[in-house]
Nanobody
């Protein structure tokens, strides 16, 4: 089995910072792109940021210049540094990974974590 476990969420005041972490564990042959998505109450899940195994990143316009995604390939871990947080950043943040469990697999599979709550409020 493959598990993605997020951590680092919590309550923070507007303008504050949080750092989310996500560790992928289990039978993993190759970890490809990883990313963060979020879902606010009553809204659809949306992309926050993604990063390839080579380190190329992509961000939603709403978080550019405030959030930074990074990863440590040796630890199968992806991070999301969130600065200058706003109330509209409040959501459950989900980790996502595209990976192959076995060397013989032709197509990678997509996995989700359980999510971590981020609340931005004074």
């Amino acid at each position: 089995q493959v598990r993605l476990v997020e951590s680092g969420g919590g309550l923070v005041q507007p303008g504050g910072s949080l750092r989310l972490s996500c560790v992928a564990s289990g039978s993993i042959f190759r970890l490809n792109a990883m990313g963060w998505y979020r879902q606010a109450p009553g809204k659809q899940r949306e992309l926050v940021a993604t990063i390839t195994s080579g380190g190329s990143s992509n961000y939603a316009d709403s978080v550019k210049d405030r959030f930074t995604i990074s990863r440590e390939n040796a630890l199968n871990t992806v991070y999301l540094q969130m600065n200058s947080l706003k109330p509209e950043d409040t959501a459950v943040y989900y980790c996502n990974a595209d990976l192959k469990r076995w060397s013989w697999e032709r197509i990678a599979s997509n996995y989700w974590g359980q999510g971590t709550q981020v609340t931005v409020s004074s």
